[in-house]
């Protein structure tokens, strides 16, 4: 049995290796096709002029219509295999959770250009369109505006790197109520997520990019806090003391 499961998994990890390497194949095959077929819709497009289902025309009105829904189908297939492509190169490198949002970004990107061409090239006035999804976004976005800033602090993070998985910072900032040390255990879409000597904390991406960020000092040399001075006490003195009522010393009595 030794010399039959060793063949065994040899023989998957090679088909694994070999499915890694022509995926990137396929969506770009996928790619070339999708660009193929949009250039015929539109080349069979521009021989008529009236709208689809019209009764002159009819082949061209069927080369149109097909080489569009295949040039939606190659193009969503390209975008999904590129996009996940993009994913496993950026994931030793940002992390799963960055590599995550910029899979979503260009996948949501890719299917938004791809509808957007489609409808184009059956002819659908997208201009419409585009004011009311600008519009539809604006007010999402003020609705949505502190998830979207968090979103937003959460890119930041990833580029400019000011702490990675793993390392022990010190955030402070007013908005957190002082300083929380940590190490940092995820670097998530909308939270960063601390373990401390009080529990995991997640802190809004907003909140971190805003605080002052540095490295966990050794315990040894933490800086002392402010103490209170001890009340000074009162010294005898050396001389008499005159009393507040009664004769003064020295005088007889």
Known sequence: ??????????????????????????????????????????????????????????????????????????????????????????????????????????????????????????????????LGGALTSVFVGIAAQQSLSNVFAGMVLLLAHPFRVGDEVRLQAGALGGQIDGTVAEIGITYVRMSTSKGSRSIPNSQVLNAVVGPLPPPDQEEPGPQATAPLAAEPSAGPVAPLHGTPPGAPP
């Open 1 to 130: 049995m030794h010399f039959e499961d060793g063949p065994q998994l040899d023989l998957s990890a090679q088909v694994a290796y070999v499915k890694r390497k022509t995926k990137p194949w396929k969506s770009i095959i996928a790619l070339v096709f999708a660009i193929a077929a949009a250039g015929t819709s539109a080349w069979a497009r521009a021989r008529f002029q009236d709208q689809f289902f019209a009764a002159q025309h009819v082949p061209s009105q069927i080369i149109a219509a097909l080489t569009a829904v295949a040039f939606c189908v190659f193009a969503s297939a390209a975008t999904i295999g590129l996009s996940g492509k993009v994913r496993s190169v950026l994931d030793p490198v940002t992390g799963p959770s960055h590599a995550a949002v910029i899979r979503y970004a260009l996948v949501l990107v890719g299917e938004l250009t791809t509808l957007i061409v489609t409808l184009g090239l059956f002819g659908v006035p997208i201009g419409q369109l585009l």
